[in-house]
């Protein structure tokens, strides 16, 4: 019975992911124009399932195996919790970072159940929240800078077609990414407990985000899209590709950190490019805040549960 809410949790924390990071993968690209939202559906479908079968396995393994204990209570507690977090979020239209609430709960619970947590990955992990969105931040100024140069000797017209492909796929790296480390993330500890082989977690989870995205996320994309500067093409794809880099190199090094960080990293640093003017700081003060406590409330919410039903 237990396996079953276990499992009935992880497609919703799918579901939950799928709701939020549609706008992590396309909510620039809808923004500025480029791409209809069905159409954003259909391509992050096919590349989240490509990015956690060819990938996922690292981020999976730091997760499910590296971090902490598991048992069927504490995957239940934390699974539910952090659905519960990530949907709320959304439904409030903060841009949420899933991997927060997931490490947070896996984390407390474990604790509150007296199962093992290795403090060295955790440190890892915390260290790499950091370091992601700063090194987005810097990878998106120096390729809006690249770009600033090098499309001058353009017309305007090829200029163009160009930064479109260019954003498109920076988009699809994004979407794929969401499959190798977002969608990892939280599939991971049901993988390496065995309730779910890798297939199956793959063929699962892809489609429980398939249909996150398609209920609930055009509710996000319009703050990520827009509310947060005022996004021409050039500023979105240098966004979106350093983003889209930062989260490859630390997905590569199975580290599980947040697209929405890095999105808003990007977003954040080609804004401050041109001027702090253009960007929303009250916004990402509320971001910033929710990003505090996210991870304080799912750690504490899983410990107490844990507490309880320990007891």
């Not at 690292?58 to 504490?74: E, I, N, P, Q």
């Not at 929303?280 to 805040?289: D, E, M, Q, S, V």
């Not at 304080?296 to 844990?306: E, I, R």
Request: with cysteine; proline share 2%.
């Amino acid at each position: 019975m237990i396996e079953i809410a276990i499992v009935l949790a992880s497609i919703l924390i799918a579901f939950s992911i799928g709701s939020n990071d549609t706008s992590n993968a396309f909510g620039i690209s809808i923004g500025c124009g480029l791409l209809k939202f069905r159409t954003a559906l259909i391509l992050l479908l096919i590349f989240v399932f490509i990015g956690i079968s060819l990938q996922g396995h690292a981020v999976m393994r730091t997760v499910g195996r590296d971090l902490v204990g598991l048992s069927g209570k504490s995957l239940a507690i934390s699974l539910i919790t952090s659905a519960t977090i990530i949907i709320l979020s959304n439904w409030r239209k903060f841009p949420l970072s899933s991997h927060q609430v997931i490490i947070g709960s896996l984390t407390g619970s474990a604790l509150a159940l007296g199962l093992p947590v290795n403090y060295y990955t955790l440190l890892k992990i915390v260290l790499s929240w950091v370091i992601s969105p700063l090194s987005s931040f810097f990878l998106s100024v120096a390729i809006y800078k690249i770009l600033e140069k090098t499309l001058v000797k353009y017309s305007v017209f090829v200029a163009e077609r160009i930064l479109s492909i260019l954003l498109l796929i920076s988009a699809i790296l994004i979407a794929y990414n969401t499959g190798a480390n977002e969608l990892a993330t939280a599939m991971g500890s049901i993988v390496h407990y065995g309730i779910l082989n890798p297939i199956q977690a793959c063929i699962i989870g892809t489609f429980s985000l398939f249909f996150g995205a398609l209920a609930l996320s055009y509710r996000v994309v319009e703050t990520v899209g827009k509310g947060i500067t005022a996004l021409d093409v050039i500023s979105g794809f240098s966004a979106q590709f350093g983003a889209g880099l930062s989260v490859w190199i630390f997905t590569t090094l199975g580290m599980p950190v947040s697209t929405t960080y890095c999105i808003i990293g990007g977003i954040f640093g080609v804004g401050f490019l041109k001027g702090v003017g253009t960007v929303k700081l009250g916004l990402l003060k509320r971001i910033a805040l929710s990003w505090v406590i996210a991870p304080s409330l799912s750690f504490v919410t899983c410990f107490v549960l844990g507490k309880l039903i320990y007891v």
